[in-house]
């Protein structure tokens, strides 16, 4: 009943005038953020923490939450009008949803995509209300040692399953771990890979590295490969009359269970550290092909709209789920969280057990902009697709250049120094060079923002134990989390086999039509 009064408090902030647009702006630009190829959530919330200091923290964060709903949401719009995800979750979506649009379906693949993500993020908002306080509630009773086995299967885990290559990863995170050192050693007052430079005794600033990775690089990377000639765009639909541009009682039918059973992968999945929506969007996209019968199998490859409904559910489910263990924990399992907790640290707030006590009303300010924001973004999907489809004819070299010049002035905002857009710049020629040769750049920012506090839980669980390496297994929960990670890698390696082989699969229907 408690949580119930805090929320409706949170409703009472968060439908104030204000905030009402500084949510409708997260979700427009978010969604417009979604649609542009290349361009992720995560760069968007990076591009726009330095301009939003100025903001208190309320307004900042139902931006960025904002930002976050729409990026999954415009996604979809991508995949399937010009079959190129705008997020790496909505590669399955564009499997069937292009499909659908090369045969004139492209509107009742929007509107499933649209639909299914309405109802998905609003269910897993309602399990994010209730599950929440719970996890805080045995989350309070944890010690260093716990916190330590926590952020280890994090590392591991996002290190492993984000990227096609686990060394890869695990290289992306050791670099991380080692940009997070630089600066003062918080036990010793110690300068540390600071090579002499006054300007790296506090530390190279988050932001940076985050604008550095995914704005400058992916501007680079795409500058690098981008194709010459205008970009091609699917119509919306070319039969005559209505059911060419909405969803026929048939679509409905078939679409309302994946709509329910992708909510219900996407969520558990989005808040553990196991790749997150990719994952999710993949398992559904499985379950709904496994679950197809007649008539409604043999569409698969040619556009089955359980194709579209189940993946877009638990790429929206899932993106509710991640906020479990940012609020309840402190622990970031994309990319767009770590910045997320970046943006609660520039305020002086550690999300974890304890937020909920000390800043309580935020909290329920930004869970209940989720359920205000999902229903911007049904209203703003549905309606607006021809906008969206317009945003994707922006040239690519205007768009990334402005990228350019919008990350070297919020670089240099920050603190008024030369030293951080060359930071800024170099950060960004090793993003070209990681995208280049396959190294994923999430595990390197997640572990930049989880390696100081790993090293402060560690130092404190050792200085407990008198330095006995032992006290990191020591407690029932130790070895519950250690058994997970243990029973999560052998689920990632079935779950990759299963995709390799799901890939292949598609284009089988139509080779056996070509003959």
Known sequence: MDNLNMLLEGFATA????????????????????????IGPAMTVALLMPITYSLEPTAAMIVFAGIYYGGMYGGSTTSILLNTPGESASIVTALEGNKMAKAGRGAAALATAAIGSFIAGTIATVLLTFLAPVIVDFAINLGPVDFVALMVVAFLTIGALLGSSILRGMASLALGLFIGLVGVDDTTAQQRYTFGFAG??????????????????????????????????????????????????????????????GTFIGFPIGT??????????????????????GENKKQFGRGAIEGVAGPEAANNAAAAGVLVPLLTLGIPTTATAAMMLTAFQRYQIQPGPLL????????????????????????????????????LQIPRPYLYAGILVFGALGA?????????????????????????????????????????????????????????????????????????????????FLIKRAQKKMEELPAEPIAEEAK
């Open 15 to 38: 439908a104030q005038p204000i905030y009402l647009l500084y949510a409708l702006f997260g979700v427009f630009i978010g969604t417009a953020v979604g649609v542009l190829p290349g």
């Open 200 to 261: 790296l005794t506090d530390g190279i600033d988050v932001v940076l590295v985050a604008v550095g990775l995914f704005a400058v690089g992916e501007a680079l990377y795409v500058a690098a490969r981008m194709r010459k000639g205008p970009v091609e765009v699917m119509g919306m639909g070319t039969s005559s009359g209505n059911s060419a541009r909405w969803m026929s009682k048939d679509d409905w039918k078939r679409s309302w269970k994946p709509w329910l059973r």
């Open 272 to 293: 553990v550290p196991a790749g997150g929506a990719d994952v999710s969007t993949f398992l559904s996209y499985a379950a709904e092909r496994k679950l197809a019968k």
């Open 356 to 391: 909920m006590e000390t800043n309580g009303a935020l909290v329920w300010a930004l869970i209940a902009s989720l359920y205000i924001g999902n229903l911007m973004l049904l209203v703003l999907n549905l309606p607006l697709v021809g906008l969206w489809v317009k945003i």
């Open 412 to 492: 240099y905002s920050l603190n008024f120094a030369t030293l951080d857009v060359v930071i800024l710049l170099v950060i960004g020629v090793l993003g070209f060079f990681m995208r280049q040769y396959g190294y994923p750049v999430a595990p390197m920012v997640v572990a930049m923002i989880l390696g100081p506090m790993f090293e402060v839980q560690l130092r404190r669980g050792l200085q407990i134990s008198q330095n006995d390496p032992m006290t990191l297994v020591s407690t029932p929960f130790t070895w519950v989390v250690y058994g997970a990670l243990v029973l999560m890698f052998v689920a990632s």
